[in-house]
C-alpha cells in the first residue's frame, strides 16, 4: 500500500466517531435555521415592521428560540470535536428542542426532525467517547446559555412590552430590564402589571439564577478538578508515603513483585519513566518521573520507604537508580536488579543490600534440578545476594 492511501485511510478513520459527529451537528444546525434565514432575507427586500410584536408575530414566536437552537448545534459541535462531556449533554437537550421545534414549530420539516432524532441516537450511541472535561466546551456551554437567557429576556419584554409600567417600547430598556432580573436585583423603576408580565419575570430571576450558578460551574469545575488532582497526586499523598515499599521500573519482575506485595497486604508506591507502557492497575499509586531524580524521589517517599527496589530493565539505569536513593536515603534497604549477568560485578560495587539477578538465579537452580542437587534457604540467599554457592562472585 501506498504512503498516500495509508495516510488517506488514516485520515478517514482519525475523526471517527466525534469528528463526523461534530460536522453533522453543524448540517442539522444549518437547516434547522435556513427557513428563519430565507423569511428574513424576503422581509430584507421590502419594508420592515413599525413595531416589534408585528415582527414577531410575522416571523413566528418559536422563529427566535429555532434559531437559537441552530446557533447552540453548531457552538456544541466544537466541544463535541473535543469529546467534552459537557457539550455532548447539552447537544442532546438541543436536539430534542430541535426535533419538537420541526415538529409543532411556525417551520415544520418531518424529515429534519427524523434527522435530528438519529443524530440523537447516534450521540447516545457513542457517549463512552466523550469522557472528558474541557475548559473550552464550558465557556461555550456558559456563552450559548447566558447569551440565550439575554435573547428569551429581552425580545420577551419588548412582547410583552404594554404589560409593564412604564411600558418597553425600545431595545435598550428591554434590556436593560433583562439584566436587572436576571441579575435579582431588581430596582422596581419597571413593574410588571399583568399576570402574564409577572410569570414572565419571574421565570427570568429562576433561569438567571439556575444558568449563572451552572455556568460557573461549567468552566470553573474543570479547572479547580484538575488542581485538586494535581494536589492529590503530588502534594497530599507524599505526606501519607510511609512503611511502604517503592518500586522503580515497569518491567515483568517489578509488575510480579508489585502483585506480591499487594496480595500480602503492604503498600507500595511505583516510579515509571514518562512515556513508558505499564501494566499497572488505575488505582494504583504511580509517579510519573525520572526515578534517578531526588525530586521524584522525595515526591514517592523513598527516605520513609521500608525498601526500594530498582527493576528496570536497563542495568544502567538501576545503577543510577540505586545511587539516588542512597544519596537521600542512605538508611533504607536498596535492590538491584541484575538483568545481565555480566553487569553483576559492577552493580555490586554500589553496595546495594539485594543484588538479584534472573539469570544467575535461573541457571543455578536448573543445574541442581537437573543433577537432582538439594535446593535449601540458603542457596537461594546466597543467590539473591549476587553470589556462587562457594562464595564466588
Keep these: 500500500m501506498s504512503a498516500y492511501a495509508r495516510r488517506s485511510r488514516g485520515y478517514a478513520r482519525g475523526p471517527v466517531p466525534h469528528g463526523y459527529l461534530a460536522v453533522l451537528l453543524v448540517i442539522d444546525g444549518l437547516l434547522l435555521v435556513r427557513p428563519v434565514a430565507q423569511k428574513a432575507l424576503e422581509h430584507a427586500r421590502g419594508n420592515w415592521f413599525d413595531d416589534w410584536i408585528t415582527l414577531i408575530n410575522a416571523f413566528g414566536v418559536l422563529a427566535l428560540p429555532q434559531a437559537l437552537v441552530a446557533t447552540g448545534l453548531t457552538m456544541m459541535s466544537f466541544g463535541i470535536a473535543l469529546r467534552a462531556r459537557v457539550a455532548w449533554v447539552l447537544s442532546l437537550v438541543l436536539l430534542a428542542g430541535a426535533a419538537s421545534i420541526c415538529l409543532w414549530g411556525d417551520y415544520r420539516s418531518h424529515a429534519l426532525a427524523g434527522f435530528s432524532l438519529a443524530l440523537a441516537c447516534a450521540l447516545i450511541y457513542y457517549w463512552r467517547h466523550f469522557d472528558r472535561a474541557s475548559v473550552a466546551a464550558g465557556s461555550?456551554?456558559?456563552?450559548?446559555?447566558?447569551?440565550?437567557?439575554?435573547?428569551?429576556?429581552?425580545?420577551?419584554?419588548?412582547?410583552?412590552?404594554?404589560?409593564?409600567?412604564?411600558?418597553?417600547?425600545?431595545?435598550?430598556?428591554?434590556?436593560?430590564?433583562?439584566?436587572?432580573?436576571?441579575?435579582?436585583?431588581?430596582?422596581?423603576?419597571?413593574?410588571?402589571?399583568?399576570?402574564?408580565?409577572?410569570?414572565?419575570?419571574?421565570?427570568?430571576?429562576?433561569?438567571?439564577?439556575?444558568?449563572?450558578?451552572?455556568?460557573?460551574?461549567?468552566?470553573?469545575?474543570?479547572?479547580?478538578?484538575?488542581?485538586?488532582?494535581?494536589?492529590?497526586?503530588?502534594?497530599?499523598?507524599?505526606?501519607?508515603?510511609?512503611?511502604?515499599?517503592?518500586?522503580?521500573?515497569?518491567?515483568?519482575?517489578?509488575?510480579?513483585?508489585?502483585?506480591?506485595?499487594?496480595?500480602?497486604?503492604?503498600?507500595?508506591?511505583?516510579?515509571?519513566?514518562?512515556?513508558?507502557?505499564?501494566?499497572?492497575?488505575?488505582?494504583?499509586?504511580?509517579?510519573?518521573?525520572?526515578?534517578?531524580?531526588?525530586?521524584?524521589?522525595?515526591?514517592?517517599?523513598?527516605?520513609?520507604?521500608?525498601?526500594?527496589?530498582?527493576?528496570?530493565?536497563?542495568?544502567?539505569?538501576?545503577?543510577?537508580?540505586?545511587?539516588?536513593?542512597?544519596?537521600?536515603?542512605?538508611?533504607?534497604?536498596?535492590?538491584?536488579?541484575?538483568?545481565?549477568?555480566?553487569?553483576?560485578?559492577?552493580?555490586?560495587?554500589?553496595?546495594?543490600?539485594?543484588?538479584?539477578?534472573?539469570?544467575?538465579?535461573?541457571?543455578?537452580?536448573?543445574a541442581r534440578t537437573l543433577n537432582n542437587e538439594t535446593i535449601d534457604n540458603t542457596l537461594v540467599e546466597q543467590l539473591l545476594f549476587g553470589k556462587s554457592p562457594g562464595g564466588a562472585v
Excluded: C, W
Excluded at 460557573?216 to 474543570?222: D, H, L, M
Excluded at 510519573?288 to 520507604?305: I, P, Q, R, W, Y
Design 140 to 366: 461555550l456551554f456558559a456563552f450559548l446559555s447566558i447569551g440565550s437567557l439575554v435573547v428569551y429576556a429581552v425580545f420577551g419584554s419588548l412582547y410583552l412590552g404594554d404589560d409593564f409600567d412604564p411600558p418597553i417600547r425600545n431595545l435598550v430598556t428591554a434590556f436593560y430590564f433583562s439584566i436587572v432580573s436576571m441579575s435579582t436585583v431588581g430596582y422596581g423603576d419597571i413593574v410588571p402589571r399583568s399576570d402574564t408580565a409577572r410569570l414572565f419575570t419571574a421565570s427570568i430571576i429562576v433561569l438567571g439564577i439556575t444558568v449563572f450558578a451552572t455556568s460557573i460551574s461549567a468552566v470553573i469545575g474543570p479547572v479547580i478538578g484538575g488542581h485538586l488532582k494535581r494536589i492529590v497526586k503530588g502534594g497530599i499523598s507524599n505526606v501519607t508515603r510511609k512503611n511502604h515499599y517503592l518500586i522503580v521500573g515497569a518491567s515483568p519482575l517489578a509488575h510480579s513483585v508489585y502483585a506480591g506485595l499487594l496480595k500480602r497486604g503492604y503498600a507500595a508506591t511505583v516510579i515509571v519513566a514518562p512515556n513508558i507502557p505499564h501494566n499497572y492497575p488505575p488505582e494504583a499509586d504511580l509517579i510519573v518521573g525520572d526515578a534517578s531524580d531526588t525530586a521524584t524521589l522525595h515526591n514517592a517517599g523513598a527516605e520513609t520507604a521500608l525498601a526500594a527496589l530498582a527493576l528496570r530493565s536497563d542495568d544502567a539505569e538501576n545503577a543510577f537508580v540505586i545511587l539516588a536513593i542512597k544519596e537521600i536515603a542512605p538508611k533504607v534497604r536498596t535492590v538491584a536488579l541484575v538483568n545481565d549477568s555480566r553487569n553483576l560485578q559492577r552493580l555490586r560495587l554500589l553496595q546495594p543490600d539485594m543484588v538479584f539477578s534472573p539469570q544467575l538465579l535461573a541457571g543455578e537452580l536448573l
